[in-house]
């Protein structure tokens, strides 16, 4: 059972925070509109300040009420952790990790790390939520995941960097594909061919636009997915699928892949970050975890991007 410290005031206050509805909020509060109301109204009082702009589909948070909603959901999540870690003294490690990552880390990445790390915390409880790249930072946010592991091409707000590390964009492709066989490949030359490319939220489908932007280059896509892992396993040459390494790396190291890095400048402008939120203190737990995903992570990063073959036509 959740244990809350807030006041009535402060409870009401997030609850519409949260549903951008009085009424919302009500219904999920047990109580009429207008006593949410009347708290809500008591409390800018209070603060001198207004913390929600009327609309008429809603309630939006003011930049008084961003900056509270953020204190105070801080606040609770550290009390929830207190709470837990006071529940387990005298008995079994009662421990709860929660992360939350983007797709690309779910099929490869994540198992092997969580696999690990239940080896060396066997009394651990994890959480592992997958979803999109904004979905996974309002989960942080909100205080429902502790770590978050995602791309980013530029800080995140309210988040502290817990680790960061180069995350360029590769062409992943199969052994016998004509440009398995360079060194480094251009966007020049990857258009040319097939291209499963991620929905446009996806940070590796950002800097690939933004460089055939610059390259005055255009492409039409073969395969358009939110879910790239559902893709890389598909791919028979001429296709090429845009990524990261971390991603296709159990196929790369199967010899079902090939990777191949961008000689664009544009296609290394991204960051692979663990994110945790700020102001909050991680338990000892989810610190460890952490240093588990910084040492994963600078283990696949010095990976090998896989052999080319030669294809049938070649040979013959």
């Known amino acids: 059972m959740a244990t809350s410290i807030l006041s009535i005031p402060m409870r ?20 009429a509109p207008s006593a949410v109301s009347r708290q809500i109204a008591k409390l800018e009082d209070s603060l001198q300040t207004p913390l929600f702009e009327r609309k008429a589909r809603g309630m939006t948070l003011t930049q008084a009420g961003e900056r509270l909603a953020a ?57 592992l939520h997958v979803g999109a790249p904004d979905e996974v930072s309002a989960l942080l946010a909100r205080g429902d995941a502790d770590i978050a592991l995602k791309y980013a091409v530029a800080p995140e707000p309210g988040c502290r960097i817990e680790h960061s590390a180069p995350a360029p964009v590769f062409a992943l492709m199969a052994p016998d594909h004509p440009l398995a066989r360079q060194r480094a490949v251009s966007v020049a030359e990857v258009v040319r061919y097939p291209l499963a490319v991620g929905s446009r939220g996806v940070t590796a489908r950002q800097l690939f636009d933004l460089s055939c932007s610059v390259q005055g280059l255009g492409y039409e896509p073969a395969f358009v997915s939110n879910f790239s892992s559902v893709l890389l396993p598909l791919v028979r040459t001429p296709e090429i699928v845009l990524a990261g390494l971390l991603t296709a790396v159990h196929l790369i190291e199967n010899g079902t892949l090939v990777a191949r890095p961008f000689v664009e400048a544009q296609m290394q402008q991204r960051r692979l970050q663990v994110l945790s939120l700020e102001g909050r203190t991680l338990s000892l737990l989810a610190r460890a975890l952490v240093q588990q995903l910084v040492a994963a992570i600078g283990s696949g990063g010095k990976r090998r991007l896989g052999r080319a073959r030669a294809s049938a036509a070649s040979r013959g």
């Open 71 to 127: 204190h105070l959901r801080t606040t609770q999540t550290d009390t929830e952790q207190v709470i837990e870690q006071v529940r387990g003294i005298g008995g079994r490690e009662a421990g709860r990790v929660r992360v939350a990552c983007t797709e690309g880390f779910a099929v490869g990445f994540m198992p092997e790390v969580m696999r690990n790390f239940r080896a060396a915390h066997a009394q651990s409880r994890m959480q």
């Open 12 to 31: 009401y206050f997030m609850e519409v925070a949260t549903r951008g509805s009085v009424s919302q909020a009500a219904a999920r509060l047990y109580v």
